[in-house]
């Protein structure tokens, strides 16, 4: 059968892809094989047995042949026997009375129902033969009997007969009775029923016959296109020169076609087989493709994330898989929750994280209905270095944990994140208060006093805010906003909040500006230095100058140190700055008087650095500067973070041979005790205080006046900033400020002034004397 095209590859892709239509394919042939091998061994089987049978058929019918050829001589003998030792019948035929041995010969035939009686005398005359006999005949029949020859087949003309011949003496051999009864078609038919089958006899010459067929074997002819088997067996003949034979054949053929039915039958039954094995193995393939399946469907499914447990409850080996698949699914599942959990929350407090917090604003962003609004809180702790610092990690995130916690407590069904570090955010929705009245909720609560692995801490905060919709359209911008205002709220002092204005923006854009060209300053010499004096009061003459940063911008001019320090200190830009003004200063204070000192500002975040004493050597070695005529101005503001390494640092600066100076006294965090921690050169009185000398109800005054008390007794000189009138001069003269530096005196000014000023005589100084 021919297949239509497309159906071919596509029945053949079928049972490549599917083990159920393999097992069907593969049972079906196996069992189609095992029927044709059946149906081909019984064919040949049924055929070697038919032959064998048709072989011992012809044996055992030869055999019966010869019996009742022997049985019909012995009986023509006998016969013949009676009537040649008959007195009268030898009478006749010695007298050759011819009419009395046809009367005797036909009497007997007729009794004994024969075909054949007569007489052959010894001259060769024939009496009582029924049909024609040839001289011929008679002679070679004659011979034949006086050769002893008396039974057998024999053949006159066309006839052939069984017959048997008696001699008739008187004494001696006178002629010969001979009896016989024809071999026709009847007596054949008769002869061919004593066998089972159908054996055809025949009596032949055996001049006929070939000569393996004159073997006496069976041997298989083909006879017009049928299979035969041919036998022939030597017989009696009365004629010694023409042997005859009995010659049988049976078509193998037909004896074959009598098992035709069975064979049919046999195909047949093997066809339903085939067709059995094949549903048989279908239906066993389903069953057991059926869950693997199930599996496969169920791993596409766990590919796609989709963790469903496949139902396979069989005990056998593939439920054993299914269990194993099932708990496999389960692990990954398991797993990946948590690596998305890992991926999506901070590890120490369990918070969301930035990223979730982001994908929270956008979906947040994007859902619109909802009239409440929404606002992104940043905040930080205040302090939070100090504590992880001075307390070691393990206090600093503990505190972080607490604050987790007050801020889940706090948020109710807002959202908070924790954004690395000590930033955390919130995003709220407004209810009953206001974002501004939520802000004041949220700083008092972050700065609520703790007791954490046995400290006492509190915790302050700066926020920053930035409203969902308003101040951003998306998570980037809003984040990027309140951070912002974050910044702006810790630039406008600790514990305050800010929401987000347009303007911060720019000025964020403003600083990055600022941020980008500071770095191009230090390499196209945009930075100088100006000098300020510092006057010393006892001595009335000029002690030292303080070196003061310059920025000379191509655009904006001369920018301001109080506005670009605090972004060269953020971006840590105030190093290589830093390192810079050392060099440029020594530099410059080497070709002062030797009595004149030098002070440089060091910035904390410069202070911090490993490098500076390195920078500090470097600077005083090439320059050739003696470190005694350097002076370093440092700030309190050091001994917040890390009061033991600072002072560290501090010794180790001292030890190469520099002054340190304690600059902006007064503000912030000022503690008497560093003055008595560390034995500073100088201390420089803030300029706030001197403003305050003029206008404050004499508690500056006061202040002043215990500065310099506790520094002169600490040894220490001390030297106020900022004054700008005869008035605050008095005053601070009176209570024993050593030095002044200040626009009273000298604005900070180029170096060609410096050397100006060094070379103009003492006399100039006379309004600053007492
Ligand atoms: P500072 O160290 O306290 O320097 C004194 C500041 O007060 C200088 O401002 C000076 O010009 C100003 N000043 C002096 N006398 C008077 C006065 O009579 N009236 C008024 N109104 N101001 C007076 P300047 O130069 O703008 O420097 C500001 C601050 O910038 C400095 O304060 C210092 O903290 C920082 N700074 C300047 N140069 C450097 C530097 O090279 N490195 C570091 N790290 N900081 C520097
Ligand atoms: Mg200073
Ligand atoms: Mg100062």
Not at 53 to 79: H, N, P
Not at 154 to 173: D, E, W, Y
Not at 402 to 430: C, I, K, N, Q, S
Not at 612 to 624: F, K, P, R
Request: proline share 4%; aromatic share 6%.
């Amino acid at each position: 059968m021919r297949l239509p095209r497309p159906l071919l590859p596509r029945l053949l892709a079928l049972v490549r892809a599917s083990l159920s239509a393999k097992l069907t394919l593969f049972y079906s042939a196996l069992f189609a094989v095992a029927m044709g091998l059946i149906l081909m061994g019984a064919n040949a089987g049924i055929s070697r047995y038919a032959e064998h049978m048709i072989r011992s058929e012809m044996t055992a019918s030869a055999k019966v042949f010869d019996r009742v050829a022997a049985m019909r001589y012995a009986q023509l003998g006998d016969a013949s026997t009676v009537l040649a030792a008959d007195f009268g019948f030898r009478s006749a035929v010695a007298t050759d009375d011819a009419p009395t041995i046809g009367s005797a010969l036909e009497s007997l035939r007729s009794r004994l129902n024969l075909d054949q009686a007569f007489f052959v005398g010894v001259d060769g005359a024939v009496v009582g033969y029924r049909g024609a006999l040839s001289t011929n005949e008679a002679d070679e029949l004659l011979a034949a009997l006086e050769n002893g020859r008396t039974r057998g087949v024999l053949r006159i003309g066309a006839r052939q007969f069984n017959a048997a011949a008696s001699a008739v003496k008187a004494p001696v051999t006178i002629g010969w009775v001979v009896f016989g009864n024809e071999l026709d078609a009847g007596e054949m038919a008769r002869l061919a029923k004593l066998s089972s089958i159908d054996l055809a006899p025949r009596i032949v010459p055996a001049a006929t016959l070939t000569a393996a067929q004159r073997s006496g074997n069976a041997i298989e002819q083909d006879v017009g296109g049928t299979r035969m088997l041919v036998q022939a067996s030597p017989i009696a003949s009365f004629r010694a020169g023409e042997p005859q034979m009995l010659l049988l054949q049976h078509s193998v053929t037909r004896a074959l076609a009598d098992y035709r039915p069975m064979l049919w039958l046999l195909l047949g039954c093997g066809i339903v087989g085939v067709g059995l094995a094949g549903a048989g193995s279908f239906l066993l393939a389903r069953r057991i493709t059926r869950p693997i399946i199930a599996l496969k469907a169920a791993a596409k499914l766990a590919a796609k994330g989709d963790y469903t447990q496949v139902d396979v409850t069989t005990r056998d080996e593939i439920g054993a898989l299914a269990a194993s698949f099932n708990r496999m699914v389960d692990d990954i599942g398991a797993r990946e929750r948590q690596i998305t959990h890992m991926a999506l929350h901070d590890g120490l407090t369990g918070l969301a994280n930035r990223v979730l917090l982001r994908e929270y604003l956008g979906n947040a962003l994007a859902r619109d209905g909802t009239n409440r609004r929404q606002a992104l809180f940043y905040l930080d702790l205040d302090q939070f270095k100090v504590v992880n610092d001075t307390l070691g990690h393990p206090t600093g995130d503990a505190l972080l944990c607490d604050t987790a916690r007050r801020l889940t407590d706090f948020a109710g069904d807002g959202f908070v994140a924790r954004l690395g570090g000590d930033e955390f955010a919130l995003v709220l929705f407004e209810d009953h208060r206001t974002f501004d009245r939520m802000a004041h909720e949220l700083i008092r609560v972050v700065a609520e006093p703790c007791i954490v692995n046995g400290h006492r801490i509190v915790p302050g905060t700066s926020v920053g805010i930035a409203i969902l919709g308003d101040d951003g359209s998306d998570p980037v911008m809003l984040a990027r906003n309140a951070d912002l205002a974050l910044y702006r709220a810790k630039h406008d002092g600790r514990g305050g909040y800010r929401f987000f204005e347009a303007a911060m923006d720019a000025e964020a854009r403003k600083r990055r500006q600022m941020e980008l060209d500071l770095h191009d300053a230090i390499a196209e010499g945009q930075l100088s230095l100006m000098f300020q004096p510092l006057f010393d009061l006892a001595e009335t003459r000029v002690s030292a100058f303080e070196a003061l940063l310059r920025w000379n911008h191509p655009t904006r001019g001369l920018v301001s140190p109080v506005d670009f320090i605090p972004l060269a200190e953020d971006t840590g830009l105030i190093v290589p700055i830093g390192e810079w003004v050392i060099r440029e200063a020594c530099r410059t204070a080497r070709n002062w008087p030797d009595d004149v000192r030098i002070a440089v500002n060091v910035s904390p975040v410069q202070f911090r650095n490993p490098g500076l004493s390195t920078v500090i050597l470097q600077a005083l070695s090439e320059s050739g500067l003696p470190p005694q005529r350097l002076e370093l101005e440092i700030t309190e503001s050091l001994f917040i973070d890390n009061p033991e390494a600072t002072l560290a640092s501090l010794h180790s600066l001292r030890a190469l041979g520099v002054r340190v100076a304690l600059d902006d006294f007064g503000t912030g965090y000022s503690s008497l005790s560093y003055l008595r921690a560390f034995p500073f050169d100088k201390i420089k009185i803030d300029r706030s205080f001197i403003i305050d000398l003029l206008n404050g109800g004499g508690s500056a005054t006061a202040i002043i006046k215990s500065i310099t008390t506790l520094a002169e007794a600490l040894g220490m000189e001390t030297t106020a900033e900022g004054v700008e009138n005869s008035d605050q001069l008095d005053i601070l003269r009176e209570q024993g400020c050593s030095h002044i530096q200040g626009y009273y005196f000298s604005k900070p000014i180029s170096n060609t002034e410096v050397h100006r000023m060094l070379h103009t005589s003492q006399d100039d100084f006379t309004r600053l004397r007492a």
